[in-house]
């Protein structure tokens, strides 16, 4: 394995191993304390996954040189209308596939949910939850992507080809290990979607958009106490 095959492959296992100390040591202990579990997991993330993310991101960016700032090798280009209906279908794809994913955990026996929640609407006194999401949601989202697609998947497909994308999600599967196999399997469609439409397109928005996309509705859903 090349140099640079090592460095993309480690920053998503080093990503991991932080997520899973989140979630199996940092969220229980704050819980143990009487923090709400995924209020936790959002103050936890942002300052030991998301931010750490982002800045292994600038500093592989970095290591290619200073011409590696720009907005076509981030393929950060304004989506075209073929770009849009891509995400549109990408969105039914994943919403679909989630859903039967979700249907095969429960036949499973899984447990989609890292962290025991009891459901409960963030409402009355736990509105202060949606000011924590406001700050959560962009770091999640534009951490991964712009990491994840917008610097270590082109490098990918300059070693893999079009074998890339595949290479990218079994690393981000990885990274969702530490949320346990519940989880991952009802991600799996957003797992493999998501960086196979970020490589046909070579539009890392296309990414952003399907992430944010399907996580916006999950997230709702949360707030309701629907789940």
């Not at 970095?62 to 090798?73: D, L, N």
């Not at 969702?176 to 439409?197: A, D, E, K």
Request: proline content about 5%.
């Amino acid at each position: 394995m090349s140099r640079g095959a090592l460095l993309d492959a480690g920053v998503f296992v080093g990503a991991g191993a932080l997520l899973f100390a989140v979630v199996q040591i940092g969220v229980p202990a704050l819980r143990a304390r009487g923090l709400d579990p995924f209020a936790a997991w959002m103050i936890l993330s942002i300052l030991c996954v998301w931010i750490p993310i982002i800045v292994a991101g600038m500093l592989v960016l970095r290591s290619e040189g200073a011409s590696s700032w720009s907005v076509a090798r981030l393929r950060l280009g304004r989506p075209s209308r073929a770009d849009l209906a891509w995400t549109a279908g990408g969105v039914v794809a994943i919403a679909i596939g989630s859903a039967a994913m979700h249907a095969l955990g429960a036949a499973l026996g899984t447990d989609p949910d890292p962290f025991d929640r009891s459901p409960q609407a963030w409402s009355g006194g736990r509105a202060w939850m949606f000011a924590l999401w406001i700050v959560y949601w962009p770091f999640n989202i534009l951490g991964e992507e712009l990491t994840w697609r917008a610097v270590l998947l082109p490098r990918m497909e300059a070693r893999l080809g079009h074998h890339a994308w595949l290479a990218n999600a079994a690393l981000w599967c990885a990274f969702h290990v530490g949320f346990g196999l519940g989880n991952i399997i009802v991600l799996m469609p957003t797992l493999l979607v998501t960086p196979l439409l970020a490589q046909r397109r070579k539009n890392t928005w296309v990414a952003v958009a399907l992430h944010a996309g399907l996580s916006l509705p999950a997230m709702m859903a949360i707030a309701a106490g629907k789940v």
